[in-house]
């Protein structure tokens, strides 16, 4: 249990040289066998670029995103934010919190896809393969629910750390002066405070993720791509994967945009609690921010599948192709008729 525990810095570089060496004798030995505890951990690998990479690239937009939410009379939008943040902290207070960001995200990134890969072989085992092609969506949702709840336990003490550096007026503007006071003053709760609507946010968008990426590749090579899958080259595949990744990540900011808002002001706040701050903020308050954070989270979501999957191309992982009916299924339906 030790990835609980504060100082988690040292955890994630040991996990990230760990996988690395993984990667290169990998690469070295050729195409990984599926389902492997070394395609698993590459596959946490390929997480931890997705979304370490992608997070800490866009810290200035989820600055003022952050801002928005908790002080909208202040940050009144997009232009507004930058501008306000800049003449007042200078151009550097824009990347406040990158160093919690890249630690979090990193971390949330190897739960994040390596448990969605265990948890959708595991549980399509338990399914079967009939079972398994007719409840796909439902398979993608769970495996996906699963995953984020573990990726979120990593991620929690380091975006308590970067919310509270982004918008907590007097708080320390590094990790190294932020982590130690929240942890000083609050003790480990005080990174975990905000883990249930962490849980409320993250676990929506990521079902969202992963169900609508995946059935939104499905549906474009069946319905757009001129050709199979297979026909294609690994560069016009991954295009179908940003596209898919874009399509999916708007839906995604809108289903939790809510409980974002309420993590930005939990964390935001020492005194703070979720009933209390959606009391005060009512519904339209909630939804403060939702359009840089859509701007931000497509954009997110498309590349973090780009970058996860040109991984995967790289380190000759196998790619299985969308789904199709298996061959005893389709025997079965056409006895019916």
Known sequence: MEWLAYGSTEYVTRVVVGAATTVASAYEAGQVEFGTGKYYALCAFGGVLSCGITHTAIVPLDL???????????????????????????????????????????????????????????????????????????????????????????????????????????????????????????????????????????????????????????ALYQYVVPKPRAECSKGEQLIVTFVAGYIAGVFCAIVSHPADTVVSKLNQDSQATAGGILKKLGFAGVWKGLVPRIIMIGTLTALQWFIYDSVKVALNLPRPPPPEMPASLKAKLAAQQ
């Open 64 to 218: 003022v995103k952050c801002r928005i939410q908790v002080n909208p009379e202040k940050y009144t939008g997009i232009g507004a934010g930058f501008r306000t943040t800049v003449a007042e902290e200078g151009v550097r207070a824009l990347v406040k919190g990158w160093a919690p960001t890249l630690i979090g995200y990193s971390a949330q990134g190897l739960g994040k896809f390596g448990f969605y890969e265990v948890f959708k072989n595991v549980y399509a085992d338990m399914l079967g393969e009939e079972n398994a092609y007719l409840y796909r969506t439902s398979l993608y949702l769970a495996a996906s629910a699963s995953a984020e709840f573990f990726a979120d336990i990593l991620l929690a003490p380091m975006e308590a750390t970067k919310v509270r550096i982004q918008t907590a007026p007097g708080a320390p503007p590094t990790l190294r002066g932020c982590a130690p006071l929240i942890y000083k003053t609050e003790g480990l709760t005080g990174f975990y405070k905000g883990l249930p609507p962490l849980w409320m946010r993250q676990i929506p968008y990521t079902m969202m993720k992963f169900a609508c990426f995946e059935k939104t590749v499905e």
